[in-house]
């Protein structure tokens, strides 16, 4: 659920910031174009603009060939310094005053306005006297002084690479920002797991205490049970004794009673067993032997709904310990059964089997010699993501105070430590089977 921002350096944030620079730089870009435009035909205009009133006050002083006072005209040019030069001319060409400053002047000339190549502009007013024409008056502009276009271009540089410096720290501290949010909600997510496994922790050492208590309290009735079935068989044993020859037939009564005590000596026997804590003490077991043996307390724990078929034809034994080998196959039971709420069929079977290549999804494979014991029912079945994480410590899909999640862990965990394995297939709506794949103990025999 958590993304982590592997790649720190491009951050949207950071992507953004560089976005908004480059469009910056363009605006700066057009605003220079255009700042150009703009001031050169300004320059054209005011160039003009003297130029006509050259040509207004001069145009007598040509008429009347008056060269001293056409040369003061020009001459009070001479202040703009964006002129370079001025020049009267006679309606002949002739060159009436004028000056020059560092360029040559191109000469009489009429067309109305003219760039030069090397950054000057020409401009030509026709200056006339009472509708006649006079003459021409020429001013010569430089468009636009380098030193003036320089700082005005480093005006704007400056102030783009300043607008784009503010956005790119803007953008750190945002990308910084949302990186440390982004650690805060990691932090917070791994609180909640913490604690959610904490409460999983304690309600799992709660059902822990309780099925201690159980055991303790079951294994203690059954001890006390044991011992009246003792007392009961003694009595039947005395009153068999006593029968008289006439009342032969009673003996049958007695025996069959006394046989239903077996029985449940035995049933008291493995409640006794299974209630028991005890270190792993690995013994050579038969797992078809075991399996029969369990079969009255398998039947009990499944209830009547479901019914039991063994299917015992595996020779081979194993190395393991006996009571939680018991233990794991009580917990499967039991898994069949409530995944049959129904009813249904539980086939317990055994099988000895020579395998060459690991089953699907099994790890660690040696092959080899196994004493299968293989559970299957005809329950609920699991869809695939719960078939992948049975085995997972506390995962259960039944209700509060029903499941612990840890029978199947605990199998698997002891299976694995004895050397073996175990398969899980199951198919939704038609059934689960559980095998174990116990390595052969060739041992003696
Ligand atoms: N025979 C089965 N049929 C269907 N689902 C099963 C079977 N055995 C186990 N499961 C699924 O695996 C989960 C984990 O089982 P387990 O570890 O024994 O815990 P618990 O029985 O306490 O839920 C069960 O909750 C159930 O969803
Ligand atoms: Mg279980």
């Not at 050169?40 to 040509?62: C, N």
């Not at 001319?89 to 360029?103: P, V």
């Not at 081979?316 to 499967?332: F, G, P």
């Not at 029912?377 to 410590?393: S, Y």
Request: glycine content about 8%; charged content about 20%; aromatic content about 4%.
């Amino acid at each position: 659920m958590m993304l982590l921002q592997k790649n720190k350096g491009w951050t949207p944030s950071v992507i953004g910031a560089l976005v908004a620079a480059a469009v910056l730089l363009a605006a700066g870009v057009l605003m220079a174009v255009y700042q150009e435009q703009l001031y050169s035909s300004q320059q054209i205009k005011s160039v003009r603009e003297q130029a006509q009133v050259l040509a207004a006050s001069a145009s007598a002083a040509i008429l009347f060939e008056d060269r001293a006072a056409a040369q003061e005209y020009v001459d009070a040019l001479r202040v703009n310094p964006e002129l370079q030069g001025a020049a009267i001319y006679a309606a002949d060409g002739r060159l009436m005053a004028g000056f020059a400053r560092g360029t040559r002047l191109p000469g009489h000339k009429t067309t109305a306005e003219t760039k030069t190549g090397d950054g000057y502009i020409d401009i030509a007013v026709p200056a006339s006297q009472n509708g006649a024409r006079a003459g021409t008056v020429l001013l010569r502009a430089v468009t636009e002084a380098p030193e003036r276009r320089n700082a005005r271009y480093f005006g704007l540089i400056l102030l783009v690479t300043m607008g784009a410096l503010v956005i790119a720290v803007l953008s750190f501290a945002q990308a910084q920002l949302s990186r440390r949010a982004q650690q805060l909600v990691e932090v917070n997510s791994r609180l909640h797991q913490e604690m959610e496994e904490r409460r999983k922790t304690e309600e799992a050492l709660r059902q822990s205490h309780k099925m201690e208590a159980i055991g303790q309290l079951s294994g203690g009735i059954a001890h006390d049970f044991n011992n009246l079935i003792m007392i009961v068989k003694g009595n039947l044993r005395l009153l068999t004794r006593k029968l008289s020859p006439e009342t032969e037939s009673g003996a049958g009564y007695i025996a069959a009673a006394d046989e239903a005590l077996d029985r449940a000596a035995h049933l008291t026997q493995r409640i006794l067993a299974f209630s028991r804590r005890q270190p792993l003490t690995p013994q050579r077991v038969n797992l078809s032997t075991l399996a029969q043996g369990l079969a009255e307390l398998i039947r009990h724990s499944v209830g009547e709904k479901v019914t039991i078929s063994l299917m015992l034809q595996g020779s081979w034994s194993t190395l393991c310990d006996v009571n939680q080998m018991e233990n794991v196959i009580l917990n499967l039971a039991i898994n069949a059964r409530d995944a049959m709420p129904n009813g249904g069929e539980l086939i317990v079977e055994t099988r000895d089997m020579t395998l060459s290549a690991p089953p699907p999804d099994v790890e660690n494979f040696t092959p080899g010699d196994y004493a299968a014991l293989i559970m299957r029912d005809t329950g609920t079945g699991m869809p695939e993501e719960v078939r992948r994480r049975a085995v997972d410590p506390f995962f259960t899909t039944k209700p509060l105070g029903k499941g612990t999640g840890l029978g199947l862990s605990m199998t698997f965990g002891f299976v694995r430590q004895s050397g073996g394995h175990l398969l899980i297939e199951s198919v939704p709506g038609k059934g689960t089977t559980m095998t174990i794949l116990m390595p052969r103990d060739k041992g003696t025999s």
